[in-house]
């Protein structure tokens, strides 16, 4: 899976959780550039790229992830596996 790929699935998760056709992320996004996105739907969120991706995040990486890009780098690095 590459990152073009990472980045399409995790634009339709965002879309699917927010309820927002209109969402398009990038490495930058942050919860500041989403509305909706608080502490409650991060939590959902998370739960929606997991079951995606078919992975789970360990709690150190879900409370150090500044931007969508480094929720992607995760996921990546995980695909390898």
Do not use: C, P, Y
Request: hydrophobic share 40%.
């Amino acid at each position: 899976m590459n990152r073009a790929e990472i980045m399409e699935r995790l634009n339709e998760v965002f879309r699917d959780v927010f309820d927002d056709s209109s969402i398009v992320v990038d490495d930058s996004t942050t919860s500041k550039d989403i509305e909706d996105w608080d502490s409650l739907e991060h939590i959902n969120l998370v739960g929606a790229v997991e079951q995606e991706f078919k992975m789970r995040f360990k709690m150190k990486e879900v409370s150090s992830m500044k931007n969508v890009g480094e929720m992607a780098d995760i996921v990546a690095e995980r695909a390898k596996r």
